[in-house]
């Protein structure tokens, strides 16, 4: 895994498509921190978050927020990670659909 550019004392964000096991997610965190970052964030689009996702995101204190949309039901999983973020992406389909 390849940094590039220069994070030392920004927020970094780190996006992705879908976030399974997180362990990737949370090697890309830890990278960036110790690469000097003063926060880390990540934004997925879809928090799948099986076996011991939940478990990993509790653990990796180099990510301060995950944010998912809703596109996969989280199941209560939200609740047993302070960390994670919901949000709903309903209205946006809804107008697209409205637009089409």
């Known amino acids: 895994m390849t940094l590039t550019g220069e994070v030392k004392n920004k927020s ?3 996006i992705d498509d879908m976030a399974d096991t997180c362990g990737t997610l949370c090697k890309a965190a830890e990278k960036i ?3 000097g970052a003063s926060e880390v964030i990540s934004i997925v689009t879809h928090g799948i978050l099986s076996g011991d996702a939940i478990r990993k995101l509790n653990d990796c204190t180099a990510l301060s927020r995950v944010v998912v949309t809703n596109t996969v039901p989280l199941q209560g999983k939200e609740i047993e990670c302070e960390k994670i973020a919901v949000v709903d992406i309903s209205p946006t ?3 697209m659909q ?3």
Do not use: E, R
């Open 33 to 35: 921190s110790q690469a």
């Open 12 to 14: 970094a964000i780190l």
């Open 93 to 95: 389909l809804a107008g």
């Open 98 to 100: 409205a637009n089409a």
